[in-house]
């Protein structure tokens, strides 16, 4: 073959070749638009599972990962399937264990699949005292997410239409429990010595870890419950019960009763003659 026809050939082949990866890119990003176009309009299973299979047929591809951690996030969140979000963010820090980006989201993801404390700007919560409804009591929680990672949660007190106090506090994840603070941190992931562990991942029944309040020693159980809990908001299923015991009150437990996706529901007071309701959940505004 002569040198003009061998570079021609050579040209026709770099052409097709380009032309191939070319047609490949832009069939990646019309199923993933397409995934995304399916969540836009409330089809979350079909967008889940197109997701998943961008990222089966794709598996080098950039958008591979961002696919795998959407699919992740539909099933805990719209669909509310945390053992099959658990099984994609496990995927991830598998097949992307050296990318720490990567991994953190998916180590988060696992954490909350599924989410008993919800944070996220807008979230409201309205707490009443269970004997009237709220009528005597009341506390209005609010979240909002104050820089990536930190958020804050206010309570306002009222008593009847009276407002009496406002508290705040505010969380952040890390490692592997959601941090509770009495201040905002100087700096995202920067600890003190006042922080103490909200909720200590992963949750299992029976798991205990300890935490301070003020002088006092507070011994947590983290206990799942078989039946449904009731509150003015409505009836909760599968929950988690949070027990605290105090150093300085012997005898006595308070519960604090979680639902999955919603939050808080429930406090009692446990004592020797049985546990005696304080306050629930009257409202709740979440995601859509």
């Known amino acids: 073959m002569n040198p003009t ?12 070749l380009t032309a191939a990866l070319h047609f490949w890119g832009c069939a990646a990003r019309y199923d993933f638009d397409g995934a995304a176009k399916l969540a836009a309009v409330g089809r979350h299973l079909d967008a889940a599972a197109r997701y998943e299979r961008f990222a089966d047929s794709r598996s080098g591809h950039e958008l591979t990962p961002e696919a795998l951690l959407r699919a992740a996030e539909i099933y805990n969140y719209k669909l509310r399937l945390p053992a099959k979000a658990a ?19 998916a180590a988060k993801g696992l954490l909350i699949s599924p989410d008993y404390f919800p944070l996220f700007t807008g979230a409201e919560w309205v707490e009443g005292d269970s004997a009237t409804g709220g009528s005597n009591m009341k506390a209005v ?5 104050i820089s990536t990672g930190v958020f804050r949660v206010e309570k306002k ?29 100087a700096a995202p992931g920067v600890s003190a010595s006042s922080d103490e562990v909200f909720l200590e991942y992963p949750i299992y029944h029976g798991k205990k870890w300890r935490r301070r309040d003020g002088s006092r020693v507070v011994e947590i159980t983290a206990e799942f419950v078989s039946e449904p809990v009731v509150t003015r908001a409505g009836t909760f299923t599968e929950c988690l019960r949070i027990a605290e015991r105090y150093s300085d009150s012997p005898g006595v437990t308070r519960y604090n009763y979680y639902s999955p996706y919603v939050g808080w529901a429930l406090t009692t007071i446990s004592v020797a003659r049985g546990e005696h309701r304080n306050s629930e959940l009257i409202s709740f505004k979440l995601r859509d």
Do not use: H, M
Request: hydrophobic share 45%; net charge positive; no cysteine.
């Open 5 to 16: 026809k061998r570079i021609f050939r050579a040209l026709r082949e770099i052409l097709v």
């Open 157 to 185: 007190f009222f008593a009847g239409a009276k407002a009496v106090t406002t508290r705040r506090n505010y969380f952040t994840f890390k490692d592997y429990a959601l941090i509770e603070k009495p201040s905002a941190p």
């Open 141 to 145: 929680w609010t979240a909002q997410e």
């Open 87 to 105: 099984s994609l963010y496990r995927r991830l820090q598998k097949d992307y264990s050296s990318d720490a980006a990567i991994v953190a989201r």
